[in-house]
């Protein structure tokens, strides 16, 4: 009797022990099926009944992802008697919910027969939160890499606009006054064609660094979409269908409205080309509510707040997770060679960075994917003009109005000069703000437009609209660079109502600026 007392003192003893320890604790025989376990194994882990225990491979825990090491592992402790350490993913109750465990493995022999004896100590909150500090530090590295390329888009934006500026203007000019039968024709299209191409990729480049200079404005979100949506459609063939789903309910965003152009076409582009054959493009818009400050999910962090949606799906080839993890770089592209700069991408996710939003990317190989950008919501009431172009037809009052043009460049200012001259204005011309102080002194009769450029020596184009307004109060002003935004803003000129021309411009726009921002209401009203 004292023996069979002192058996279940040492078996209570024991059991007691067992369920103490904090996690996990499972003993498995050659086979891999139980033979101890405790509480927190059983109810936690596996969701079986003691005797559902006694019949389960313990293997079957283990993440699909995780049992070809954990069986290697226990393999491993089996041959050798070492102890193991390793750190995996268990399902709870056969998943899809799982818990990260830090695991311990010994071997012991009893009765000639191996065991292993193991315990698993719960490191979920601890893998989350290097996980979570993965994602900043990556969500970092891409900022530090748009640091990179808005520096470098800086220094070569200016120089590089105001050429563009030159070649672009006197090519429209030369092609305005020649029909396709000259056999030139073809030689200004390749000109003009080879200069907006180049345009483009400088905005990009901007676009991506966000050195561009906006001008923000409340707009519908599903009448913006909708109106870019029409001049897109001839992009894709017969093959494609087009599907457009609005759901945003009048909902309304603070944006460039040309960031809006970007954006969508951007990603409209980069499901067509995803598509092979025949396919769908879907464009779907909603709006919802981010409940809290999330960094765990997606690319971007995301706040919380009221957003609207714009998703772009395809049905398309797809991506690998190695893709996915590297699309938002700049010059990255998957693209045949000269059919892709790799700043598509890259050009969203710094729109969307600039305009406080975030985004997020899902696909697998050959099953499409799904681009959704996600703009804060605005509550103000929606500008009146949308972003689409505004005409202003040539007036026969334009001869009675005056420009004054102040540019240091000189191809530039001559240029400006040329157009609007033959655009029927009277044109003053100055090369510094001092000879425009000059200039307008002279000029008795009244200025009625200033068209400046921003960076001058001595003087900003800022600041020489704030000393013509002291004796031209009714002056007006367009602001023209090619420099980046932050160098602009630096020169205090920037903020909403801002009449801006970025080089390069078309001889269009520059005559359609002129028009527009003359038929604004006088200062003085």
Not at 249 to 265: E, L, T
Request: overall charge negative; charged content about 25%.
């Amino acid at each position: 009797m004292p023996q069979s007392h002192d058996a279940e003192r040492a078996s209570a003893i024991t059991r007691h022990i067992i369920e103490s320890i904090p996690g996990a604790f499972y003993m498995l025989d050659s086979q891999g099926k139980y033979v101890r376990w405790n509480a927190f194994q059983r109810d936690v882990i596996v969701g079986e009944t003691d005797e559902g225990m006694a019949v389960f491979n313990a293997i079957e825990t283990f993440h699909p992802d995780d049992r070809e090491a954990a069986l290697a592992g226990i393999q491993q402790i089996m041959l050798t008697g070492e102890e193991d350490i390793a750190e995996g993913r268990v399902l709870l109750h056969g998943g899809p919910d799982y818990l990260w465990l830090l695991m311990t493995g010994h071997r012991v022999i009893i009765d000639g027969e191996p065991f292993i004896i193991g315990t698993g100590v719960d490191i979920t909150a601890r893998k989350k939160a290097e996980e979570d500090a993965a994602r900043l530090e990556q969500q970092l590295l891409q900022s530090q890499k748009m640091e990179v390329v808005g520096k470098l888009a800086g220094g070569i934006a200016h120089d590089f606009n105001n050429m563009l500026a030159v070649i672009l203007g006197h090519a429209e000019m030369l092609s305005d006054g020649m029909g396709p039968e000259d056999e030139r024709y073809g030689n200004l299209e390749a000109i003009l064609g080879a200069t907006q191409r180049l345009d483009n990729l400088t905005r990009q480049l901007l676009a991506f660094a966000r050195s561009q200079v906006v001008l923000p404005k409340v707009l519908d979100f599903d009448e913006s979409v909708d109106g870019t949506l029409g001049l897109l459609r001839r992009l894709i063939g017969e093959n494609i269908e087009l599907r457009w789903l609005p759901g945003a309910d009048g909902g309304r965003v603070k944006i460039d409205p040309s960031q809006i152009d970007q954006i969508i076409a951007n990603l409209f582009v980069n499901a067509r080309d995803a598509i092979s054959g025949s396919g769908t493009i879907t464009i779907e818009t909603r709006r919802f509510t981010q409940p809290e400050k999330d960094v765990s999910a997606g690319v971007m962090e995301r706040k919380p707040g009221s957003y609207l949606s714009l998703s772009v799906t395809d049905t398309g080839k797809g991506m690998s997770p190695e893709m996915i993890h590297r699309i938002f770089e700049p010059f990255y592209t998957t693209k045949d060679i000269g059919k892709g700069t790799g700043l598509g991408l890259s050009t969203v996710y710094g729109l969307v960075k600039q305009n406080g939003g975030f985004l997020d990317v899902s696909s697998e190989p050959e099953k499409g994917s799904r681009f959704t950008v996600c703009i804060p919501e605005c509550t103000v009431a929606a500008n009146t003009q949308t972003h689409s172009a505004v005409s202003h037809q040539k007036s026969s009052e334009d001869g009675g109005k005056v420009v004054l043009v102040v540019e240091d460049e000189a191809d530039i200012l001559r240029l400006c000069a040329f157009v609007l001259r033959g655009e029927g204005f009277t044109v003053l011309t100055a090369s510094s703000p001092s000879e425009a102080l000059e200039v307008a002194r002279r000029h008795a009769a009244g200025i009625d437009l200033l068209l400046t450029d921003v960076i001058m020596p001595a003087m900003n184009g800022g600041d020489l609209h704030r000393a013509l307004l002291e004796t031209h109060p009714a002056l007006r002003a367009v602001f023209m660079s090619g420099y980046t935004a932050d160098i602009i803003g630096e020169k205090g000129v920037a903020g909403e109502g801002l009449n801006f021309l970025q080089k390069p411009f078309s001889v269009r726009n520059l005559t359609g600026k002129v028009r527009e921002v003359l038929d604004l209401p006088s200062p003085l009203q």
